[in-house]
Nanobody, 124 residues
Framework: QVQVVESGGGLVQAGGSLRLSCTAS????????MGWFRQAPGKPREVIAC????????NYADFVKGRFTISRDNGKNTIYLQIVNMKPEDTAMYYC?????????????????WGQGTQVTVSS
């Protein structure tokens, strides 16, 4: 059974930084693309970034503008999302996802398996 578990959320002041972590189990981690989404109150869920199975390819949403960095450590079955210069509009529930396709890359139509999310709140 595939599981993805996020951690690292919390309350941070505007201008601060945060690193979210996500650990996956129940799959051969280094065969799967991973990603991050977020959903702010009253807004639709939006993709932030994805990273392919070996970490050599990353894609980011346009709004990221260099403030978000996705990475992975296949030895730890974990991906990360580093966020810097945080803004109040970054306040959202952040979700980790695993693409259940094998070696799907950051392209095509992923079959995302979702975590429960971790809340990030940025105070002004």
């Amino acid at each position: 059974q595939v599981q993805v578990v996020e951690s690292g959320g919390g309350l941070v002041q505007a201008g601060g930084s945060l690193r979210l972590s996500c650990t996956a189990s129940g799959l051969t981690f280094n065969e799967h693309t991973m990603g991050w989404f977020r959903q702010a109150p009253g807004k639709p869920r939006e993709v932030i970034a994805c990273i392919n199975s070996w970490g050599g390819t990353t894609n980011y949403a346009d709004f990221v503008k260099g403030r978000f960095t996705i990475s992975r450590d296949n030895g730890k079955n974990t991906i990360y999302l580093q966020i810097v210069n945080m803004k109040p509009e970054d306040t959202a529930m952040y979700y980790c996802v695993a693409d259940l396709r094998l070696f799907g890359g950051c392209s095509g139509t992923p079959s995302w398996h979702w975590g429960q999310g971790t809340q990030v709140t940025v105070s002004s």
